[in-house]
């Protein structure tokens, strides 16, 4: 596609329940990006994948957090037991290959947990 | 560990005045240096980048100048608009071994008619 596109754009759910959040990246961008964007906190990295794999999920706040990614295209970050603390917009972003080519963000989803 | 230190703002400037956006960084190789833009509504936007000393970025009138003797990345204009107003995040590339980019926390820039 032409951006990286990310869906849902906004998500509430209730404390304790899982969420999926799906990042599709720009076509032929192998390294993609999760980041978390707090109030006040910045831009928190979460991991980076190259192709399937994740050379670097050192981000990942606690092991209710995973994320996966296939065929080197879509990716899935997945939140379980949610706490209310994990409420922030989770950003995705890919690169044609390495960061120096810099990354291109989708515009996040917003997740709020209640 | 690397780490970006940049002025959190908010600042508030009336059209045709001059910013600068100080950012310093700390980091044990030789990062690539990016500022990222975020419009109110909008995803973060790639607007400028340095990828070895002395190196200039520039884009849409916005200038940076990579200076390792001061680890420094201040973004500069010389005359800011209304569509300028936005958040601005100074970046630096992790030198440990992963793709990562380390942000700093970002300034609010509303610019006033």
């Known amino acids: 596609g032409a951006g990286v596109s990310q869906s849902p754009s906004n998500k509430v759910t209730e404390k304790g329940k899982d969420v999926e959040l799906r990042c599709d990246p720009i076509?032929?961008?192998?390294?993609l990006y999760w980041y978390r964007q707090s109030l006040g906190q910045g831009l928190e990295f979460l991991i980076y994948?190259?192709?399937?794999?994740?050379?670097?999920k050192s981000g990942l706040p606690s092991d209710r957090f995973s994320a996966e990614r296939t065929g080197g295209s879509v990716s899935t970050l997945t939140i379980q037991r949610t706490q209310q603390e994990d409420s922030a917009v989770y950003l995705c972003?890919?690169?044609?290959?390495?960061?120096?080519?810099?990354?291109?963000f989708g515009s996040g989803t917003r997740l709020t947990v209640v | 560990g690397d780490s970006v230190t940049q002025m959190e703002g908010p600042v508030t400037l009336s059209e045709e005045a001059f910013l600068t956006i100080n950012c310093t960084y700390t980091a044990t190789g030789y990062p690539s240096l990016f500022w990222y833009v975020q419009y109110p509504g909008e995803g973060l936007q790639l607007l400028l980048k340095?990828?070895?000393?002395?190196d200039k970025g520039s884009n849409k009138g916005f200038e940076a100048t990579y200076r390792k003797e001061t680890t420094s990345f201040h973004l500069e204009k010389g005359s800011v608009q209304v569509s300028d107003s936005a958040v601005y995040f100074c970046a630096l590339s992790y030198q440990g071994g992963s793709e990562k980019l380390v942000f700093g926390k970002g300034m609010k820039l509303t610019v006033n008619p």
């Open positions: 076509s032929g961008h192998t390294a």
């Open positions: 994948f190259q192709g399937n794999s994740a050379p670097d």
């Open positions: 972003a890919s690169s044609l290959e390495t960061v120096n080519y810099g990354y291109t």
């Open positions: 340095a990828t070895k000393a002395d």
